[in-house]
């Protein structure tokens, strides 16, 4: 292709870059390079498996304690039956205006339920794990929080974790997750929205949606996309097996006709939200970290 070539629409990615560059005007963030992770084998087939769901959103309830904006390693358990209209969002990230729209999109509780009444999964687990993702305390993360968050699925006899990560920086911190989780012997799948990202950390089993960050769950109040999103989205995971990782791509448009204006929506929420634009700036000194260029050690060392 040449440079100057316009990607087939099928082919074509959403560079959060721009948004750095138009907008926050600082530097993109480096991303850590991983070798492909092993797998743990699964041991039930879908339609008999319990999943688990680990969301980046902060999604919580307005009895549970508030998590913080950022380098918050505690989580929410989340009960399954639970009025979603109740549920709150704790990440102050413009891209929420999607989850306030519609919980679904992040926290997609619905559409799982809906998938175990129709038998494409045996069971939704008793709870699903909720974070913030602007988490940049590596090392915890691995080796403490995921070992915690292993223990809560293993009691809630999950066979496979569903993981959704929110933000561009929780697509790192979920990755660093998801790896650390199988390694201890929780198989997971990731359905992610940021190409790159994805493909520098490779959480097992990942799977890319093209659609706007923030919307991993599917387009807002479309339930019916949004079954279909997930559905495929578990099967393609659980059909990857072997040591080569690869990132498939979900075969679904945001817009039908495959226009992309959506990505000038997601760089404008950045424009429009100031005060959280500004917290995104002031919080980045917070998310510097040593992982690049160390991904062999910290793999060794934190079993990820």
């Known amino acids: 292709m040449s440079p100057h070539a316009q990607p087939d ?83 102050l990230t413009p891209i929420r205006a ?12 619905d559409t799982l339920l809906d998938l175990e009444r129709e038998g494409t999964i045996g069971r939704f687990a008793d709870h699903a794990v909720s974070m913030v993702g602007s988490i940049s305390r590596y ?14 699925f293993t009691a809630m006899r999950a066979d496979l ?26 198989p997971t799948t990731t359905l992610a929205t940021l190409h790159r990202h994805t493909g520098a950390l490779k959480p097992p089993r990942a799977i890319f949606l093209d659609f706007p960050l923030g919307c991993p769950g599917g387009r807002p109040n ?10 495929a989205a578990l099967r393609a995971g659980v059909a990857t097996s072997g040591p080569d990782w690869t990132l498939p791509r979900l075969p679904f448009r945001w817009d ?10 997601v760089v404008d929420l950045y424009r429009i939200d100031n005060t959280i634009r500004g917290t995104v700036v002031a919080n980045r000194s917070t998310h510097e970290h040593d992982l690049v260029g160390n991904e062999r050690e910290f793999t060794i060392r934190c079993a990820c």
């Open 9 to 91: 629409v099928d082919e074509a990615v959403f560079d959060f870059d721009r948004v750095y560059s138009e907008v926050l005007h600082i530097p993109p963030m480096d991303i850590p390079v991983f070798e492909p992770p092993r797998l743990t084998p699964l041991t039930a087939t879908l339609d008999k498996a319990t999943v688990g769901l680990l969301v980046t959103s902060g999604a919580y309830y307005p009895d549970q304690p508030r998590m913080r904006t950022t380098n918050d390693l505690s989580y929410r358990l989340l009960p399954r039956d639970r009025d979603l209209t109740e549920v709150l969002f704790a990440h």
């Open 222 to 231: 479309h339930p019916d996309q949004q079954r279909d999103i997930v559905r």
């Open 161 to 186: 974790v569903l993981v959704v990560p929110f933000c561009p920086k929780c697509h790192i911190a979920a990755g660093v997750l998801a790896r650390a989780m199988e390694n201890r012997g929780l």
């Open 256 to 265: 039908p006709t495959g226009d992309r204006g959506w990505e000038d929506l």
């Open 98 to 109: 999607f989850a306030l729209a519609d919980p679904n999109v992040a926290y997609p509780r």
């Open 139 to 152: 090392e915890e993360l691995a080796t403490d929080t995921a070992q915690r968050i292993v223990d809560e």
